[in-house]
């Protein structure tokens, strides 16, 4: 959730409370769910005497209408239902039908805001006279599904600082609206009730119950501040202990550009470069030494401090570790091979990397060969250009820096991997490898709009 000083909030929409109480979120998916099906039931009649072909072009009309409306409406409701929503949006795309996900990928956290007056009232049932040592800016700076940022100062000592306020009664409201979430799924039929189905909303349930507990970010933070507080080119906020609590977190107020800002596409390239080779460094660094990641991709949860200077150091300001995904041991050592087989761009050693891991056991030596050939795709940018001659022409630059931007590595990924779907034999892959997917989706999307190149030498050659 940024809080890029360019953008305030002041022209949001502002309300006075959530339907946080059960019943209220009830009635509003009943009435969802109502309509629904009163709509596929009629879109069900209407096409009886159609052909096959306009009946199927016809249905997925209609699926792609009825996603719309669902999203339409869950937007309406924040909290928790939201953030379900967004979560099924970036993990889902293997067990929903495409028109859902692309419905859910249209949740937004830029929505109506929580009225001052509440929030206040939120912050002194939280901090009680303690409130009174802060001077709180009543115009939210940030939002999203199960929070809004203040700016403050800290009156006695003149501290910038913001507050993550989460929205009171959404932390208690979670595993209702994960019930009610697939209930409506269940009810308006337009997402098959499946075993993948249900362990996902299980993971979701774990990762809600996470995010929203601000003790436990609070801590994440600290840790991430310490890992990378020599750095020169990162900002972690700083956790302030004295108004921060469970449903409440306070740190050091860090300024930035979003990354999309026009301010950030001027820079000089190398610059540019240089903020792309760090957020990458920083990802590796999660996987392979610290053994846990920022699963959320979301462009929202980094900030770039430009330097005054030309010859400064542009900052990377790392905002959220909410969304903090642990992986043990085990997977860490299977990670790490298949690393090392993409950087050689070695067929043969990456099969023998998937080894010792049920997923990758129980295919056939056909389909395992063309995961693996799947995957020397995915570690196009991190292999050495001198051993990978597959990497196309204008992907590498004169010093052999891999151009994202030229790439189109999602698109050819995403055909390459329908391709090995298609294999009666494959499951649902394990959600600890979803999540790095996802993440490495999200940094392609980064350094392609950063148009950054990155040295792909420098990135693995630690790890080795």
């Known amino acids: 959730m940024a809080n890029d000083t360019s953008k305030p909030s002041s022209n949001r929409q502002s309300i006075d409370n959530l339907k946080t109480s059960g019943f209220e979120r009830r009635m509003s998916i009943a009435k969802t769910s109502l309509n629904i099906g009163r ?26 209408a009825q996603a719309n409306y669902l999203a339409s409406e869950l937007g309406k409701l924040k909290g928790s239902v939201v953030k379900i929503g967004q979560m099924l949006a970036i993990y889902g795309e293997h067990i929903l039908p495409p028109e859902i996900t692309r419905a859910l990928q249209t949740l937004n956290d830029d929505t109506a805001t929580l009225s001052w007056p509440t929030i206040e009232l939120t912050l ?38 913001v507050l993550k306020i989460q929205y009171p009664g959404v932390a208690d409201a979670i595993n209702s609206d994960l019930a009610l979430f697939k209930q409506l799924l269940k009810v308006s039929n337009i ?125 990377l300001v790392l905002l959220d570790f909410g969304a903090i995904r642990e992986f043990d041991n ?27 891991y049920d997923f990758f056991d129980s295919m056939s030596e056909k389909v395992r060969s063309d995961i693996a050939s799947l995957f020397l795709l995915a570690t196009e940018p991190f292999s050495d250009p001198a051993t990978n001659l597959n990497i196309p022409a204008d992907c590498l630059d004169k010093n052999n820096r891999y151009i994202w931007a030229n790439s189109k590595l999602h698109s050819r990924l995403s055909s390459a991997a329908t ?17 790095i997917s996802r993440k490495f989706i999200g940094a392609y999307t980064f350094l392609t709009v950063l148009d950054a190149y990155t040295d792909s030498n420098k990135l693995v050659k630690p790890y080795l």
């Open 330 to 356: 085990h997977l860490l050592t299977i990670a790490h091979g298949l690393l090392k087989a993409g950087y050689r761009h070695d067929h043969q050693a990456m099969k023998l990397a998937m080894r010792g």
């Open 419 to 435: 391709r090995a779907m298609q294999s009666f034999e494959f499951n649902l892959p394990p959600k600890e490898f979803m999540f």
């Open 39 to 64: 709509r596929w039931a009629g879109n069900s009649v209407s096409g009886m005497f159609l052909n096959k072909e306009a009946r199927t072009a016809r249905n997925q009309a209609f699926m792609e």
């Open 124 to 161: 002194r049932e939280l901090l009680g006279e303690k409130l009174n040592e802060l001077d709180v800016d009543p115009t939210p700076i940030g939002t999203a599904s199960l929070a809004q940022v203040h700016r403050a100062t800290v009156i006695a000592t003149g501290e910038q600082v």
């Open 191 to 315: 997402v098959p009730q499946t075993r993948s189905l249900d362990a996902w909303f299980e993971e979701i349930r774990d990762l809600l119950h996470h995010e929203v507990d601000y003790e436990a970010e609070a801590m994440t933070t600290e840790r991430f501040y310490d890992r990378l507080s020599h750095d020169p080119r990162y900002v972690v906020p700083k956790i302030n202990r004295t108004y921060s609590k469970k449903r409440l977190l306070c740190m050091s107020y860090e300024p930035g550009i979003t990354v999309v800002s026009e301010a950030l596409q001027l820079l000089p390239h190398e610059r540019r470069n240089a903020i792309g080779q760090a957020a990458i460094e920083v990802m590796m660094k999660e996987i392979f030494v610290w053994g846990e990641m920022q699963t959320d991709p979301n462009f929202g949860n980094y900030l770039v401090r430009v330097s005054d200077s030309d010859d400064g150091i542009d900052k």
